[in-house]
């Protein structure tokens, strides 16, 4: 017992010496990245897996394991090399500080290496769309929020690209509509017409809602499940 708690407080020593902070960084974001990709993907393919892949329990269990430890993979080895190449550019900067275009930089550095070269991958497939987004929303909402405002610890705030306080008022306000709208015009044509072109998950949750749902030749097939 005295051991370990020797141990213990050898490790903490350790963990909270501040030479030994950038490395400890990087150790850190590995873990949160394993932690938080098996908490978002673990649920998600369990239920889709479950729901649309046909296979048996064991199959199926299999299935739902590889795509957590795939994200986990992804989102620790992105921790790593993004937070890898923030250290590498601070330390290299004749300031020794964090330039403006660092994290872009880095950021670039980190979805080539990790996501660029899996396009064939469903799950880094999922990953990046997400981001690309999130990313296309943020920049909507930089677009026409008034210079500074908006503004969080660390941020910029809006760009003022719109500067008639009018206008952009009416451009917040049907912004979201048209942008709701247009989208799921596409996905529905593309769907439609192009099938094979959208992800599979996304393709297979859309002929369940509005294919099969065409299809019945009982009472119990209409209520319970599909045909």
């Not at 923030?86 to 004749?94: A, C, G, Q, V």
């Not at 990790?114 to 690309?132: K, L, P």
């Amino acid at each position: 017992m005295d051991n370990l708690k020797g141990l213990q407080a050898g490790l903490e020593k350790i963990v909270l010496d501040p030479k030994y902070h950038d490395v400890l960084t990087l150790v850190k974001g590995i873990r949160n990245g394993i932690v938080y990709g098996s908490k978002v993907r673990f649920p998600h393919a369990l239920v889709m897996i479950f729901l649309f892949r046909s296979g048996t329990l064991r199959q199926k269990t299999l299935l739902v394991l590889r795509a957590t430890r795939m994200h986990a993979r992804n989102l620790g080895l992105f921790a790593l090399v993004y937070k890898s190449s923030m250290l590498f550019l601070r330390h290299t900067s004749p300031t020794g500080k964090e330039r403006h275009w660092d994290a872009f930089l880095a950021g670039l550095v980190g979805g080539y290496t990790v996501f660029g070269r899996t396009i064939h991958n469903s799950v880094s497939q999922q990953i990046v769309i997400y981001v690309f987004a999130r990313v296309v929303l943020a920049i909507a909402k930089n677009l026409v929020e008034p210079k500074g405002k908006g503004r969080i610890a660390g941020g910029g705030g809006g760009w003022g690209l719109i500067g008639d306080e009018k206008v952009r008022r009416e451009v917040v306000r049907q912004g979201w509509p048209v942008f709701a709208s247009v989208s799921w015009a596409a996905v529905m044509y593309m769907f439609r017409w192009h099938p094979e072109t959208v992800q599979p998950s996304l393709r297979n949750s859309m002929h369940y809602i509005y294919v099969q749902s065409d299809h019945w030749d009982s009472l119990r097939n209409f209520v319970w499940h599909n045909k």
